[in-house]
């Protein structure tokens, strides 16, 4: 059976807001917002059937899951597990951040830049690794939880909803994407942020795994998560078409957006409508360049540049075609498209090394060009969203299927204002609320 993971943090605690260090301290509770937080989350979830509940025995992550699933009103109770317990930081538990940089200025620095090689002395003289010892953690609870709802006979959906912390939950969407703890500081989750998982069962016990979302805030009545010191990308995939409905392969034919693709794009626009916007660029062809304009309509005197390393991956002679003549001529090629998709050379077009080192020196581009006050939005494609997507997350061309992209969909990029000592965040993926609840219901139609 295919899992639906879905993955909250708590709401936001009395140390949060006092910027002090939780790690395992048990001491914080969720204030007034952060109650407010657990039970908004929970009524965007009402939709939705939760077949299982889990979440750390910790105060502030019980609580909001206590007050979520009151408000889902699906009568379920959440199961407490010890190995969704936030990180050990016990040595700096309950010290205010301020006074964490002043009395170990190098540690602090190295858990901002490198936390995966972050040593601890524990009060009994024992030295640990945090992170290493939390990857650990969550590939149990992963293990686990597979185990138990991944079974490949079974064909209807299992709904699971997991209750933790900041620096777990990363550490679980780490493990899901079978990427290092080195990847930590490259990811985000707001307070109260839901991000979603697609698990389709695989014969090594392991499965598929798709990023549908990540840390989405729309459900509590907020903008986008705060914008960090450099400067931020708004990536958006165009609209829908009428060849994304049908399910044809566009690539480099120029479609136009389907009534339904500009409604997405006006929907989009309105997602953004508190995020300052500077410059805009868009792919030369039709269908981004008008959600680019759509979502720019009701802001005047921001320049749009059309760039080609912003195009769509050349499916060659696939464009226009649906999957089911692609199956009868070129079965292998296509059957190696969907299982690896990096070894797979369009006939008479592109592969995606190709695409990725367009899309991605175009990016780089773009945001070496910002302020770091600076804002743009960047309209573009499924394939090149996927490959900027993946290299930003530490991933390959190989794993573009890991990464979900629906039309209209916004994901959010924050450079870090120091390049040489930080990576890039993603911040947001394929944020779709706007379109309609939480899950992303655009069309699963072709490239």
């Known amino acids: 059976m295919p899992l639906r993971l879905l993955l909250v943090r708590h709401g936001q605690s009395s140390f949060n807001v006092e910027h ?18 657990a039970t908004a989350s929970g009524a965007a979830l009402r ?7 889990y979440s750390s025995p910790l105060r502030r992550a019980e609580q909001t899951a206590t007050l979520l699933l009151a408000a889902q009103g699906g009568g379920l109770i959440a199961t407490l597990d ?13 010290l205010l951040v301020s006074e964490l940089r002043q009395r170990f200025p190098e540690q602090h620095r190295l858990w901002r830049q490198s936390p995966e090689q972050l040593e601890l002395r524990r009060g009994d003289g024992s030295v640990y690794r945090p992170i290493v010892e939390l990857m650990a953690q969550a590939r149990r609870f992963l ?19 997991v209750v933790a912390h900041n620096a777990i939950l990363r550490c679980l969407i780490l493990n899901l994407l079978s990427l290092p703890g080195g990847g930590f500081q490259r990811l985000r989750l707001d307070n109260a942020s839901l991000s979603v998982f697609n698990i389709a069962p695989g014969g090594d016990g392991a499965g598929e795994v798709q990023i549908e979302s990540l840390n989405g805030t729309a459900h509590l009545g907020e903008g986008l998560p705060a914008k960090g010191a450099g400067p931020r990308l708004l990536l958006v995939r165009h609209g829908e078409t009428d060849w994304n409905r049908q399910g044809r392969f566009q690539g480099q034919i120029d479609i136009p957006l389907n009534p339904q693709g500009r409604h997405q794009a006006e929907a989009a626009g309105r997602c953004l409508t508190s995020e300052p916007i500077q410059r805009a660029y868009t792919s030369s062809m039709a ?34 075609e649906l999957e089911e003549a692609i199956a009868r001529g070129w079965p292998e090629l296509l059957a190696a498209w969907k299982r690896a998709p990096d070894t797979v050379q369009m006939p008479e077009g592109e592969n995606l090394q190709e695409v990725w080192d367009r899309s991605i020196s175009t990016i780089r581009t773009i945001a070496g060009s910002l302020a770091d006050s600076e804002s743009a939005l960047v309209v573009a494609h499924d394939a090149v969203n996927k490959t900027i997507l993946c290299a930003l997350l530490g991933l390959s061309p190989a794993d573009i299927w890991m990464v979900k992209q629906g039309n209209g969909g916004v994901s959010v990029i924050d450079f870090p204002a120091d390049p040489a000592h930080s990576a890039p965040v993603v911040t947001c993926l394929n944020l779709t609320a706007h379109l309609g609840g939480v899950l992303d219901r655009t069309a699963a139609g072709a490239l």
């Open 20 to 37: 002090r260090v939780q790690g395992r301290d048990d001491r914080s509770s969720l204030t007034e917002l952060g109650q407010r937080q």
């Open 47 to 53: 939709p939705l059937s939760l077949q299982a509940v």
């Open 82 to 94: 010890d190995d969704l317990l936030e990180v050990d930081l016990e040595p700096w538990s309950g």
């Open 143 to 161: 293990d686990r939880l597979l185990q138990r709802f991944t079974d490949p006979s079974v064909d209807e959906t299992v709904t699971v909803l």
């Open 287 to 320: 269908r981004p360049r008008q959600t680019a304009e759509l979502i720019l309509a009701n802001r005047a005197g921001i320049p749009l540049t059309s760039l080609r390393g912003l195009v769509e991956i050349g499916h060659g002679l696939w464009e226009g």
